[in-house]
């Protein structure tokens, strides 16, 4: 089954203290992406990837940083979470080169930062 | 900078009707439109996918159309029913180089249908 997988899907933290929220597909899709939501705000992207070893920022990416050594994984890493990171984050993947194939997103994690 | 509303931000109707959720975008030069489906608490699924060369998908009681040169599309639901209650996004990918796995969505249509 064709899969975007995340964890963990809720977490209570405190600020300062890092964290890594996973993510994996199975679908050998070179392009992932994270993106966090908020209410009001909708779903904004955080950081984008579009093969092993490239990423870049996207509309939101401060306080964030990823990493892309193997094509299905897309960590998001929170050095030194703060309140304002508390959000819904998702992660998907796609191959771009396709046009016709949608996005698959993984279903959420829930970040609480206090 | 490519811009996605969706109106209404919410709807409540009964069981049984038709209904549109419509999507405007104010940069046409797009690579793809998707709309999505999100429950509480959970992901995003894939509806439709509207490819920028195509007018119109259909899937079930689901038929999205797509304008492209006046930056709209909408989402029409047949014989609703309380199952479809969630909320609807609307996503566009960008035709810029290296931006079609980009996604710029909507705030999204929050739908009720009550039994």
């Known amino acids: 089954e064709a899969q975007v997988t995340q964890n963990p899907r809720y977490l209570i933290t405190v600020t300062g203290k890092k964290l890594t929220v996973t993510c994996s597909q199975n679908m050998n899709h070179e392009y992932m992406s994270w993106y966090r939501q908020d209410p009001g705000l909708g779903l904004r992207q955080i950081y984008y990837?579009?093969?092993?070893?490239?990423?870049d920022k996207g509309d939101v990416p401060e306080g964030y940083k990823v990493s892309r050594k193997e094509k299905r994984n897309f960590p998001l890493i929170l050095e030194s979470p703060s309140p304002n990171q508390t959000s819904l984050y998702f992660c998907?993947?796609?191959?771009?080169?396709?046009?016709?194939?949608?996005?698959?997103f993984g279903d959420g994690t829930r970040l609480s930062i206090l | 900078k490519q811009e996605v509303t969706q109106i209404p931000a919410a709807l409540s109707v009964p069981e049984g009707e038709n209904l549109v959720l419509n999507c405007s975008f104010t940069?046409?030069?797009?690579?793809?439109l998707q709309w999505f489906r999100q429950d509480p608490g959970k992901g995003l699924t894939s509806l439709l996918l509207i490819q920028s060369s195509q007018r119109e998908q259909t899937s079930g009681r689901l038929n999205a159309s797509l304008d492209k040169s006046s930056g709209r599309s909408t989402l029409y639901i047949a014989a609703s029913q309380p199952g479809d209650s969630a909320t609807y996004l609307c996503a566009v990918s960008m035709n810029y180089g290296g931006s079609q796995g980009n996604l710029i969505f909507g705030k999204g249509t929050k739908l009720s249908v009550k039994p």
């Open positions: 998907a993947s796609s191959s771009p080169g396709q046009p016709n194939q949608p996005q698959h």
């Open positions: 990837s579009m093969n092993v070893e490239v990423t």
């Open positions: 940069d046409s030069a797009i690579y793809n």
